[in-house]
């Protein structure tokens, strides 16, 4: 599918879904400038728009319609026989944290940003693409004065989208605290494990994102009007925010690992210690019991009429003494 919207350089949607052959003509007007968002377009669609009209780089074409594993930026400078505008091409991601499935899920968005162009690529339909589509053709805050400005938008709308995803994580990590204090059980160490490894997971998306959207801040790009580089700078400091929580979530995890394996062996060391009280406990009544029940031929004691009724004494006083001893220790 193929969304495009031209805007005035004010901001003003001037019209929308274009016909292919008229991209050319309003791509020359320098008092407009284009967007087009191709969602899981077909490779016609594809070709016609990457290669056919705006004339991108192979290798850029091909980094987008190939999943991307990491975030980057590129800047491409036509030389010889190019017939491309100077643009810059970027790969960033989007995620999503599902509590049911306990794992993010990324989704990838490739930037096409030229001086009076933007095409976005994503192979399935993005919330920040969307949102940041209907401000623009409300026309509202003026958001969709200039390519530069529209990415920015973008970039924004999708880093705060990661703060959902974040809290639904501290929820599961709060909870997973009160089971390892509460009740730790093989199935609980069995999801920490899991959820520090998708926060793993976060930070090795967040660390290169971070590095991209640094360039940005930095004023790197001439693309970049000088007067947003600073809302490029917020955007930053946004997905630096996101990557500290990210290792505090990691830190506390570790902790709760710690806090199940110290609750995991003081159980372990309270059955040791019952199994061993209720050994000692018992002793004296193993070793009478086991006296009296050889099959010697002559036993004198066994010829009283009060035999049975003393061993039974017997064991019962030191079985209680034993009892008494280990209960003033404090043992039990």
Same mark, same amino acid.
């Given at each position: 599918?193929?969304?495009?919207?031209?805007?005035?350089?004010?901001?003003?949607?001037?019209?929308?879904?274009?016909?292919?052959?008229?991209? /050319?003509?309003?791509?020359?007007?320098?008092?407009?400038?284009?967007?087009?968002?191709?969602?899981?377009?077909?490779?016609?669609?594809?070709?016609?728009?990457? !290669?056919?009209?705006?004339?991108?780089?192979?290798?850029?074409?091909?980094?987008?319609?190939?999943?991307?594993?990491?975030?980057?930026?590129?800047?491409?400078?036509?030389?010889?026989?190019?017939?491309?505008?100077?643009?810059?091409?970027?790969?960033?991601?989007?995620?999503?944290?599902?509590?049911?499935?306990?794992?993010?899920?990324?989704?990838?968005?490739?930037?096409?940003?030229?001086?009076?162009?933007?095409?976005?690529?994503?192979?399935? /339909?993005?919330?920040?693409?969307?949102?940041?589509?209907?401000?623009?053709?409300?026309?509202?805050?003026?958001?969709?004065?200039?390519?530069?400005?529209?990415?920015?938008?973008?970039?924004?709308?999708?880093?705060?989208?990661?703060?959902?995803?974040?809290?639904?994580?501290?929820?599961?990590?709060?909870?997973?605290?009160?089971?390892?204090?509460?009740?730790?059980? /093989?199935?609980?160490?069995?999801?920490?494990?899991?959820?520090?490894? !998708?926060?793993?997971?976060?930070?090795?998306?967040?660390?290169?994102?971070?590095?991209?959207?640094?360039?940005?801040?930095?004023?790197?790009?001439?693309?970049?009007?000088?007067?947003?580089?600073?809302?490029?700078?917020?955007?930053?400091?946004?997905?630096?925010?996101?990557?500290?929580?990210?290792?505090?979530?990691?830190?506390?995890?570790?902790?709760?690992?710690?806090?199940?394996?110290?609750?995991?062996?003081?159980?372990?060391?309270?059955?040791?210690?019952?199994?061993?009280?209720?050994?000692?406990?018992?002793?004296?009544?193993?070793?009478?019991?086991?006296?009296?029940?050889?099959?010697?031929?002559?036993?004198?004691?066994?010829?009283?009429?009060?035999?049975? /009724?003393?061993?039974?004494?017997?064991?019962?006083?030191?079985?209680?003494?034993?009892?008494?001893?280990?209960?003033?220790?404090?043992?039990?």
């Amino acid at each position: 599918m193929i969304r495009s919207f031209a805007f005035t350089t004010k901001g003003q949607l001037h019209s929308k879904d274009l016909d292919a052959f008229l991209m /050319p003509t309003l791509l020359a007007d320098t008092n407009l400038f284009l967007w087009l968002d191709l969602e899981a377009p077909t490779a016609e669609e594809a070709k016609m728009v990457l !290669e056919d009209i705006f004339h991108f780089h192979p290798l850029s074409i091909e980094d987008c319609v190939m999943v991307s594993p990491s975030p980057k930026v590129e800047e491409y400078e036509p030389r010889n026989e190019d017939k491309f505008a100077p643009y810059l091409f970027m790969v960033i991601h989007a995620v999503d944290y599902n509590r049911k499935d306990g794992v993010f899920a990324t989704k990838e968005l490739n930037f096409f940003l030229g001086k009076n162009f933007l095409v976005t690529y994503h192979d399935v /339909p993005m919330r920040s693409v969307a949102e940041v589509a209907e401000r623009s053709q409300k026309g509202t805050i003026h958001i969709a004065r200039a390519p530069d400005r529209v990415a920015h938008n973008l970039l924004d709308t999708l880093v705060e989208n990661y703060k959902p995803a974040l809290e639904e994580l501290s929820v599961e990590i709060a909870e997973l605290e009160q089971q390892a204090l509460q009740n730790p059980t /093989p199935k609980t160490l069995n999801k920490i494990i899991d959820v520090k490894k !998708e926060v793993l997971h976060l930070k090795l998306i967040i660390g290169p994102q971070r590095e991209v959207l640094r360039r940005f801040a930095a004023g790197e790009f001439k693309l970049i009007r000088a007067h947003l580089v600073p809302y490029y700078r917020d955007v930053y400091d946004s997905i630096n925010h996101i990557g500290e929580r990210a290792q505090s979530y990691l830190d506390t995890l570790t902790a709760i690992l710690q806090v199940y394996l110290n609750m995991s062996s003081n159980q372990t060391g309270e059955v040791v210690k019952l199994l061993t009280l209720i050994t000692v406990i018992t002793t004296p009544v193993m070793i009478l019991g086991t006296w009296y029940g050889m099959n010697f031929k002559n036993m004198p004691e066994l010829g009283h009429a009060t035999a049975y /009724p003393i061993v039974i004494g017997v064991t019962i006083i030191t079985t209680a003494l034993t009892y008494w001893y280990f209960k003033r220790k404090k043992w039990f």
